[in-house]
């Protein structure tokens, strides 16, 4: 199959991974990952290394030669495809509904601008374990978080919290 309709099919399922991350929707999200992973790397195994028509080596616009595109494109696609091995790990997990379950004060209460457009995203620890919350709660300062009391459910391998409680 031409090159074109496996990045176009990439490109289909990167919605799905943008709206599973934007809509928090945990399925749609490992489905989108794992699909644009792999069309990339399809794309990468359908690009040429020569054009039979013309008799030569394809070259790019700025006259990187073919083999450094293709590598660098199956590297995408494989990067894809390894990072979401430990979403499917979770799966199970989320069909069940066996989520890990964390509860205290958080010790640390990291902010950082959002990777998701627009606002912050807001990371806490509690007893060692890492998470990134949302929906984001309310608060005047991040800090007061620490006095909140969280019980957090969350997938055991990549960490996606399901929901959260504060009282």
Do not use: C
């Not at 006095?147 to 997938?155: A, D, E, G, P, S």
Request: aromatic share 16%; no cysteine; charged share 15%.
């Amino acid at each position: 199959m031409h090159s074109g309709i496996f990045f176009g099919l990439a490109l289909f399922f990167g919605i799905f991974l943008l709206a599973g991350t934007g809509a928090h929707m945990f399925m749609l999200y490992v489905i989108g990952l794992t699909a644009m992973g792999g069309f990339i790397f399809l794309t990468g195994l359908a690009i040429p290394r020569r054009w039979d028509w013309l008799n030569q080596s394809f070259q790019t616009r700025k006259n990187v030669p073919t083999f450094v595109v293709k590598g660098l494109v199956l590297l995408a696609g494989a990067g894809m495809l390894i990072s979401s091995i430990n979403y499917w790990k979770d799966v199970p997990y989320y069909w069940n509904q066996e989520y890990s379950t964390v509860s205290g004060k958080p010790s640390l209460v990291d902010v950082y601008s959002s990777s998701k457009g627009g606002g912050e995203d807001i990371v806490i620890t509690i007893k060692g374990t890492r998470l990134d919350i949302y929906p984001y709660p309310a608060y005047d300062d991040p800090q007061d978080l620490k006095k909140r009391y969280f019980t957090v459910r969350y997938l055991p391998h990549t960490k996606w919290v399901i929901d959260y409680e504060l009282d």
